[in-house]
């Protein structure tokens, strides 16, 4: 073999590799992500909805993990009780495309829904937050602060 064919064999398999690993990484991660969380909402209660699309990018899975984490960590005596409730759901999936309609979603995102007697009652969505990915303790705080208001509101228009 000279070295010229030996060079164009190894350029060949770097550009292979190069396109490989980002497909086999995507694949990785689509098995291990679930498309929906199917566990039934309570009949009051409120949801974090983290709404996603079939095509992610590194803002999409920052907002979608910190929201978690965030309901998981700052709010487990709400998420004990089923007061507060998180889902991640694939809304481009077939049979989840109501969500784009009913929430008007022009992307996928945070939104926060008061459920009254297994209904909607209201809801609002957390769009300012995609500008935040970039500084996650920011993002963070604003979420916890915009779920606590979110509560806060339905508490009150609980009480007699």
């Known amino acids: 073999m000279s070295f010229k064919t030996g060079i164009t064999a190894g350029l060949l398999l770097f550009v292979a590799a190069s396109i490989a690993t980002p497909i086999v990484r995507h694949l990785r ?37 910190c929201s978690r984490e965030i309901v998981e960590n700052r709010f487990p005596a709400e998420a004990a009780d089923g007061r507060i409730q998180w889902r ?26 008061e459920f009254r007697e297994g209904r909607p009652k209201r809801y609002t969505a957390l769009t300012e937050t995609w500008n935040m990915t970039g500084d996650r303790a920011g993002l963070a705080r604003h ?10 509101t339905s508490d009150r228009e609980q009480r007699p």
């Open 29 to 65: 991660a689509a098995r291990r992500e679930p498309i929906a969380d199917t566990a039934p909402v309570q009949p009051n209660a409120v949801v974090v909805y983290y709404f996603r699309a079939n095509a992610r990018c590194a803002a999409c899975r920052t907002l979608e993990a």
């Open 88 to 113: 991640a759901i694939d809304y481009q999936s077939p049979g989840n495309e109501h969500y784009a309609a009913d929430y008007q979603l022009l992307t996928g995102g945070v939104v926060l829904v």
């Open 143 to 152: 979420l916890e602060d915009r779920i606590r208001a979110f509560l806060a």
